[in-house]
């Protein structure tokens, strides 16, 4: 295909990193050393503007900016920088990141090397054919490897790496180097600007005076104000508002967006569920025949209860979470009831981290205090009538009598561990119902571990349990790769003979007594006495399977009433009511809520 | 019916805000005396006497309580003045009770003579253990020695009515020791006894120390809170109240007041009032009270004052009365009121089957078991009207 002056002149690139290799701090330095932003004007790292990024030092959703470069040649370039979530819970958003790149730079620590997330993210750039571009960074630290690591690149991954840049974008070292290999080997964009329009949609988010704001790749055509547009994906259409670029502080807008540019559209969209991720817009009028390949819709992996810790503030948590899917298509939520909660809603996420993300930012951003259940993913249940039916509740889970098969998610998990650890981590896999497929030596001190394991046994603590074996070392990727049939049961928590609801989930057969058994001891811990006994049972079905008492309170009496001082006695009473009132009543019980948190709390004790 | 003749009773509490030393349990209000402070005042504490008493015409004072501190830090001539002012100001009833409440000193003879004289009749000592190890850890200025010189002291002196303090739930206290402490007095037959748990109170040294203090649990706390029921129950002690014990004739006549509802004017620092339905109190500093007597503003040491009406007097009433074992009167509630218990506080059939309730025809009453936990079921039933 022909290749137009304006598109030699363009780079669009994207950089790729495991996790706190640097990928931000590069991203600033590029900035900076094409004057996109001057020195004085960097806030740190530009590109996460979110503050929850900033504080864990992670990309949550891709931004994009266009840097203007002039290189030694005498000529100027257009480079558009794509950046990309860091995490395996969004690695479709990362994949379609990518597919609006022709080029990628794969930032890899000169003091740790490969990590999973290098690898995952290398084969996702090489899975959209992309021209990958090593950076080795961190070299200004005494413990850096640079030639260690240019081996290792070339060893594991399989791509050149002797000549790569090696730079500190800390310190500001070598950063020129980057840039020309930019120029030098990636790609220009090619693709035909008289064709009919066809763009990716490789990100959007919510403005509340522009709309939705869709970061578009055009591969072909054109788009400028007034177009009608249509998604391919919905068939929806809009009229075209603005079009344009992002600079570094925002959207500047522009006559046109041509193939092999990236810019944005805007056309009054209220939401970005309209938006998706990886759709291909086309003009109503002229429409290209085929969407661009790859396209899905992000199914939530990840289940669980949110209800606010006072029931009075159920509104204000329906208020948040509508706000927050404005911006994250990903996330979903609908109306839950529970005996025990009261209401709340049943949110759907990508991950855990997202499952995070999304808590954290309900209790920052909108100051709410939540109660989560426990996490649960989409179990697929054939009953005996053939019917097939997907829980991600388990207060919908069917009467074991009704139920011919189970079947539970399965992810492949890839973890690289120092080869000290590998060991224990083998064990905490085999633990969790793991299947060990391979595990290869990246080098002599550095082992990769593959395993097949249960998505229900990584969303309980798996994270946490292998960071605490490995010392921190270990890093874990994983991808969804389907379901396999299972001996299920729903486990439920009974108090004073009355089900909890809120307490029931499902688990592996084999697991069961053990989790039965931990969380009856951690319900003993966590219920308060009460005026009577309280017998705590687990059960299957019927089945009682492990129990527990809390013990009848024995005394709780104000017994000095000094000189007359009745007021005092009358406030410590209102005291402890005001306590009882924040109190959640577990069938005839009363729990704190943080007692039940910490009854649900992921982390195992041991 | 109209009780013609009769007159409204009256009780008088007296504040003596002096101590010896602090105790670490302790979060009353009390400083060390000298002997100017103690001048200033008991003048001030006579003229607060006199300025209140036509408040009181009409009414006849049947009981006065010297509490604390230590009210036997002041001698005979000041205990003799504040009797001066209470019979010249107050119509004080001949059979009034009179209890100074007293910590164990040495020589106390001459003390108990004394005080016996000027009309105390009834004596409340500030035992809290018979074991001295427990007394060093509350820090207790005295050991069991000086207790039981005090004891016999004030029996040599002619009091008939003595009630002794004892407290469970000490550090490093075991049901065992408070078993002991239990037999050596009972073993003294005191009138009244009480027992109190210890409670750790902000603003004590213990507060300080909490976390490091080995407090005995739950269950030995309530064990140590049984043990008494039981023991005293077995010397012939009537348990009248959560923490109060008496023989036959013998309980508080001044504390009941408190739990029945009837008007006691409080004098000194940190005193409660109630009077006409109203509760007031001073401020909790000696020298500012004794200022505000001075400049004659008696108005300022109504402080707080607040009516009890309404709901809030119907669950002070329920508070109060259930207390003690007495209970509640289903009938009085009614005529009181205008309305059933169990129409403002629910069924109490469940806590009757649980055995923390006893309903013995009209009269609705926590067992021994309910009122060990009596908080956690009145934190169901009241709520002040807030």
Known sequence: ?606 | MIKVGKKAKLGLYLHIPFCVQKCCYCDFHSAKADKGARTAYMRALCHHLKAAAPDAKGMTVDTVYFGGGTPTLLDATDFKAIFDTVKGHFALEEDAEITAECNPVTNADGLMEGLHATGVNRLSIGLQSANDAELRLLGRPHGFAEFLATYEAARRGGFDNVSVDLMFGIPDQTVESFGKTLDTVIGLSPEHISAYGLRIEEGTPFYGMRKSLALPDEDAESAMAELAAERLRKAGYEHYEISNYAKAGRRSRHNMRYWLGDDYLGFGPAAHSYFRGTRFETAPDTAAYIDTVERGDFSALRQNAVRIEGKEQMDEYVMLRMRLFDGIELADFERRFGTTFEAQYGSVEALQRGGFLTKDGDRLAFTEQGMRVSNAILCDWLDFGH
């Open chain 1, 1 to 606: 295909m022909a290749q137009t002056d304006r598109q030699a002149h363009i780079r669009n690139f994207s950089i790729i990193a495991h996790i706190d290799h640097g990928k931000s701090t590069l991203a600033d330095r590029l900035l900076e050393a094409t004057q996109t932003v001057s020195k004085r004007d960097m806030e740190e790292q530009i590109l996460d503007n979110m503050d929850l990024e900033k504080e864990r030092g992670i990309t949550i959703k891709a931004r994009a900016v266009r840097l203007l470069y002039n290189a030694p040649d005498g000529e100027q370039y257009t480079l558009n920088l794509i950046d990309t979530p860091g995490h395996v819970d969004f690695n479709y958003e990362v994949s379609r990141s990518l597919n609006a790149c022709e080029g990628a730079l794969l930032v890899v620590d000169a003091t740790q090397g490969i990590e999973a997330q290098t690898l995952a993210n290398a084969y996702l750039a090489v899975d959209s054919d992309l021209e990958i571009l090593p950076v080795i960074n961190k070299i200004d630290l005494p413990s850096a490897d640079i030639d260690g690591t240019r081996k290792e690149i070339e060893d594991v991954i399989g791509i050149p790496a002797m000549d790569c840049p090696a730079v500190s974008a800390k310190v500001g070292l070598n950063i020129p180097d980057v840039l020309e290999a930019v120029v030098r080997d990636i790609p220009a964009p090619e693709g035909d600007e008289n064709a009919p329009l066809k763009a990716l949609i490789f990100d959007s988010y919510y403005d509340s005076y522009l709309g939705v704001v869709v970061y578009v790749r055009l591969v072909d055509g054109k788009v400028r104000s007034g177009d009608r547009i249509r998604l391919m994906s919905n068939g929806k259409e809009f009229d075209v508002v603005d079009v344009g670029v992002m600079d570094a502080f925002g959207l500047s807008k522009c006559e046109e967006l041509r193939a092999g540019e990236v810019g944005y559209i805007t056309a009054s969209i209220k939401s970005v569920g309209e938006t998706r991720v990886g759709d291909t817009v086309t003009l109503a009028d002229t429409p290209t025949k085929e969407p661009l390949p790859g396209f899905k819709a992000v199914q939530p992996m990840v289940y669980a209860g949110i209800y606010p810790a006072d029931g009075s503030r159920y509104g204000d948590l329906r208020d948040a979470l509508e706000k927050l899917q404005l911006n994250d298509a990903a996330l979903v939520f609908e109306p839950e009831t529970s005996i025990a909660l009261g209401f709340g809603y049943r949110c759907g996420f990508l991950g855990l981290l997202h499952m995070e993300i999304i808590e954290e930012r309900l209790e920052r951003e909108f100051n709410l205090d939540l109660i989560t259940t426990a996490p649960s993913v989409i179990y697929e249940i054939t009953k005996r009538d053939g019917e097939l039916v997907r829980i991600d509740n388990p207060t919908n889970y069917p009467d074991p009598a009704e139920i011919d098969k189970a079947a539970e998610p399965i992810v492949r998990a890839s973890i690289i561990t120092p080869t000290d650890y590998v060991g224990g981590l083998m064990d905490l896999c085999q633990d969790r119902r793991g299947e060990f497929l391979d595990m290869k030596y990246l080098d002599t001190k550095r082992v990769e571990l593959h395993y097949r394991l249960p998505l229900n046994e990584i969303i309980y603590d798996f994270f946490d349990a292998l960071k605490s074996r490995s010392r921190g070392y270990a890093s874990l990727d994983y991808e969804l790769e389907g379901y396999v049939d299972s001996k299920l049961v729903k486990l439920d928590f009974l108090l004073n003979g009355e089900q909890v609801d809120a307490l029931s989930f499902i688990v592996h057969e084999e697991k069961a007594y053990g989790r039965a058994r931990k969380i009856a001891e951690r319900l003993k811990e966590n219920i308060p006495r009460q005026l009577f006994e309280v017998p705590i049972q687990a059960a299957i079905g019927s089945k009682i399977i492990a129990r527990e008492t809390v013990k009848a309170m024995r005394k709780d009496v104000l017994a000095k009433c000094y000189g007359g001082d009745i007021t005092r006695k009358k406030k410590l009473l209102e005291k402890q009511k005001e306590g009882k009132k924040k109190m959640r009543q577990l069938g005839s019980v009363q729990v704190s809520p943080e007692a039940f948190m910490a009854v649900l709390k992921l982390e195992d004790d041991d």
